[in-house]
């Protein structure tokens, strides 16, 4: 995966960006350094098949222990890992491919929705590149929306490219190192494509079985080198589903610098689409390994350099939704989160947007066993919250949680707290006489 230079390596720093999606010997075991998750093993298709019909028992168990229910999933379950991070490579050299572009008209600087090209611009400079004449490239931008605004974005960029349709079409990018036209699907075979429909089966035959049992679907973000591609099928199921109520959640780790711009960027396509957003955000769990692969593969850390501007990127993305809620009533989150400051920056910001908890909008999330002090308290005061249920063979969960323990560090600290409070309950009810009121 990802021999040759980059399509766009002119752009200061892209062809180091781009190793963040090349495979690696020394992360083909993509466990190590994993604080937080459970990684999987790739098989054989049947081996994902069978992890396919675990997921379904979760969603049957979820459906019938509690209304609303959610059942969370991983899509490195349901397909080879290795075509995960070769398709994020793909994805990625198409995006950025639009970005040299803006980025030779001078918008290098803006943000992402606000970069457009002007269509006769671009049609013209894919004339000039040789990728497609002006009659050829004039098909592609016959959308419902291209052409009636008279540029495009990268959301009508990204339209372009439709994982459901044949992978390995002829689709050519020019490399700036050698001025030759390359074919972006090249490493695409056969047995690739037959993986692409495979999983989005996988996930469709989930889907409806949530449906069918009135649980939402979490899919679980993952490591970054993968996320490009676990995004996409994700937003393809969400685009299926998601037409009348939010039943396929996508995933954002907040501790990734790009968190805002994939939250923004998929917001405004539920807009332009009319289908219902859902998302759980988290901080992240992989920032051991990601720090580990980018040292040793020359890349930029993905991850913010300090747990501040973390907690800043996740503020940011929170806010951002919750005023997508107030605004359209068409967004939901999971704040799934151990942390009081956060939990109490969700309700100040519900109660000044005027989002009510029986609105069902907005849910809270913990792992089971850690922060009861939090959970309880908003569960009793009506606003839907969850406990994440680990589950799997005793020698797996218990390493799993012990990880989340040390990833959370305030952990004890936290068990202290609740134990104080605890003992000042009980004192209070012995001073007033009602001991079991």
Known sequence: VGHGPSPSSSTPGAEKREKQYQAHQGFGDHHGGVTGAHTYFYTDEANCDQHMETFLRCI???????EDGFSAIKLTALARPQFLVQFSEVLVKWRRFFHQMAAEEGQARRAVLDTKLDVEKLQESLANLG?????????????????????VDLLDWNSLFDSRTKLSRPLLIPNRKTGQLE???????????LQMKRVLQRMDVLAK?????????????????????????????QRCFNRSQPIIYNTYQCYLKEAYNNVTGDVELSRREGWHFGTKLVRGAYMEQERERAAQMGYEDPINPTYEKTNEMYRRCLDYILEEIKLSQKASVMVASHSEDTVKFTLCRMMELGIHPLDKKVCFG?????????????GQAGFPVYKYVPYGPVNKVL???????????????RVNR?????????????????LFS
Not at 60 to 66: L, N, P
Request: with cysteine; net charge negative.
């Open 60 to 66: 049957d168990a979820s459906g019938g222990s509690s």
């Open 131 to 151: 990728i497609a004449s002006k009659a050829e490239s004039q098909q592609w931008f016959t959308g419902e929306n291209l052409g009636t605004r008279g540029t």
């Open 183 to 193: 074919p972006l699907l090249s490493r695409f075979s056969e047995e690739e494509e």
């Open 209 to 237: 079985r949530a449906i069918e049992k009135g649980v939402r679907l979490m899919v679980d973000a993952e490591q970054s080198y993968f996320q490009p591609a676990i995004s996409h099928l994700t937003v393809e199921t």
């Open 366 to 378: 913990q792992l089971l066993g850690m922060c009861d002090q939090i959970t309880f308290p908003l």
């Open 399 to 413: 390493p799993y949680l012990s990880r989340r323990a040390q990833e959370n560090r305030g952990f004890m600290q």
């Open 418 to 434: 609740e134990r104080d409070l605890l003992w000042k309950e009980v004192k209070r009810r012995l001073l007033t006489g009602n």
